[in-house]
């Protein structure tokens, strides 16, 4: 009996030291050593000043910028999750027909991309679909006064095809594309919110 103690003991000790520690700092300094960026979390910079995370949505209300995705919690990344309520919840299904009523008054006779009108699992998903973006490049390019053919080429410029050919599916990220906007039509900048 002491002996088996004895060797569960020293099983969770070697264990605890191996797994909970020594592993963990291999797979940091790995990641450090060959993704600095990636495990950093891809944040973003300008003027020296950190803005965003290309991973991480955030809102974007002005007409004059691409907008992303619904969020369930308010582009809060410390409480990612989902608004948790089924397909026949009222208060979705009524946000839903509020979404798409005033996305359809924005660019009437065109069908609204269902990414501009559903929340994504996390709440902060950074990408919407190349789809939701043009749908969005007749406000943009109105609001700031620019061309609707170099709107869709810069669309097209941040559109990110499937990774290796065949995971996931094409998409733009919203930050960066606003931050490109921003950069080439500097005269015409807008308000990050309203």
Do not use: C
């Amino acid at each position: 009996m002491k002996k088996n103690l004895v060797t569960a003991i020293l099983m969770t000790i070697a264990t605890t030291i191996l797994l909970g520690i020594i592993y963990p700092l291999v797979v940091t300094g790995l990641a450090q050593a060959l993704f600095p960026k990636k495990a950093n979390g891809q944040l973003i910079e300008a003027n020296g000043k950190v803005i965003g995370s290309r991973m991480i949505a955030q809102a974007f209300t002005a007409p004059g910028y691409f907008h992303p995705r619904p969020s369930a919690v308010g582009y809060d990344p410390t409480n990612s999750n989902g608004s948790q309520w089924g397909p026949t919840n009222q208060k979705l299904v009524d946000r839903v027909k509020g979404d798409v009523a005033a996305a359809q008054a924005e660019n009437p006779g065109t069908p609204v991309p269902i990414d501009l009108v559903t929340a994504s699992a996390s709440g902060l998903d950074p990408e919407i679909t190349p789809a939701a973006a043009a749908f969005q490049v007749l406000r943009v390019a109105r609001a700031r006064g620019i061309n609707e053919a170099q709107l869709r080429e810069l669309v097209a410029k941040h559109t990110e095809n499937r990774q290796w050919g065949f995971l996931g599916e094409p998409r733009v990220n919203v930050l960066e594309l606003n931050l490109e906007l921003d950069r080439q039509f500097p005269g015409t900048k807008q308000a990050k919110t309203e």
